[in-house]
């Protein structure tokens, strides 16, 4: 083997040495780290070994996490989806939102095997205090497996106890020669708010058409999806179909500015749980973004809610990258809600 220096996905890598056989690559005395930097990154994994199936996953052994020179947490067995981002990084988290207060939260996990993984995610709460979740995950080549268990918040900070759910997400599949893609969810679980107690089933499909362009160029766009989903509770022998439809069509109208409008239906969004309740049931948007500069994004969109004639909702957000963080300040305008989350930045 030889030193080795290079890109892995979205992180850069380098180690002392490295092989390669039956397609994949070995790097000994490995560093991984999604921050371009010299001298010492603000984040990076170290391992006595790491293992790398190009465009599918990474596993590092004996790996440290390290934020510039503490380590924040160490495990025999790392392991990193390539094809797609983790729902959560390695590396701290942290934000405000107004109803929780301020938040910081660290992923630990240990990988069995080269699909399935232990994980505790502790998180912390100003307002509401120590809200860890736990689960085992079974990462497939064209699904994902997931058990889990602890208090779970959605993007209206509705907060819900599973105990435990199980879910099941099967990743786009193309349909025959279509142009269309279609996914798979089920969740079957015990949910728990201040209430009420119910086995919650949700069956979900979704069919979507790849993006339709109008130009050469690509600055026109028109995005297509409509879907189906059985919900059940066992808590009052509720169950209800939806079906839904969304469009989107979007123009470039530079390589900084974008603009777009859609529209979004559901024939029923009523739920016994306000977890992961969809808010507006016929619901027109649209919005406008401009790129600043290289670290930052400026944007703006509105949800109308057709079925009562009012504004939903305006979303104000600015995305600021600083090298090796990325900071985005969200300002709900008709809730009058401050959000603000604080991750690693990818490159």
């Known amino acids: ?166 879910r099941f997400d099967l990743y786009p599949q193309t349909i025959g020669k279509l142009p269309m893609k279609y996914t798979m969810g089920v969740v079957v679980g015990q949910w728990i708010d201040d209430i009420k107690s119910s086995w919650h089933q949700d069956y979900n499909l979704y069919v979507r058409h790849d993006p339709i362009y109008f130009d050469k160029n690509k600055s026109w766009q028109l995005d297509l999806g409509t879907g189906f989903q059985h919900i059940r509770e066992s808590y009052d022998a509720w169950q209800q179909n939806v079906f839904r439809y969304n469009a989107q069509l979007t123009k470039k109208l530079s390589p900084a500015l974008t603009v777009w409008t859609g529209y979004n239906y559901l024939d029923n969004n009523n739920t016994s749980f306000t977890y992961g309740r969809a808010d507006v049931a016929r619901e027109g948007i649209a919005g406008i973004s401009w790129k600043v500069n290289k670290r930052t994004t400026i944007s703006y969109y509105t949800s109308y809610d057709f079925a009562n004639s009012r504004v939903y909702e305006n979303y104000y957000r600015i995305k600021q990258n600083f090298h090796c963080w990325e900071t985005d300040i969200t300002y709900r305008s008709v809730k009058k809600e401050l959000i603000w989350t604080v991750n690693i930045a990818r490159w």
């Open 1 to 166: 083997g030889a030193a080795v220096a290079g890109k892995c996905g979205d992180d850069f890598v380098w180690g002392e040495k490295i092989n390669f056989q039956q397609g994949k690559y070995t790097v000994y005395g490995a560093t991984t780290t999604g921050c371009p930097t010299k001298g010492t990154p603000d984040y990076r994994v170290t391992a006595r070994k790491v293992v790398i199936w190009p465009n599918d996953k990474v596993i590092a052994y004996d790996a440290k996490v390290w934020i510039k020179n503490t380590v924040v947490y160490s495990t025999p067995r790392y392991k990193k989806s390539l094809k797609r981002r983790d729902e959560e990084d390695e590396f701290p988290r942290f934000g405000y939102q107004d109803s929780d207060g301020f938040w910081i939260s660290q992923r630990f996990s240990y990988a069995f095997s080269d699909t399935v993984a232990a994980y505790a995610d502790f998180a912390y709460y100003t307002k509401l205090g120590f809200r860890p979740t736990f689960g085992i995950v079974n990462q497939e080549e064209d699904y994902t497996m997931k058990l889990t268990t602890g208090r779970f918040r959605d993007d209206n900070s509705n907060w819900i106890r599973k105990e435990p759910e199980f």
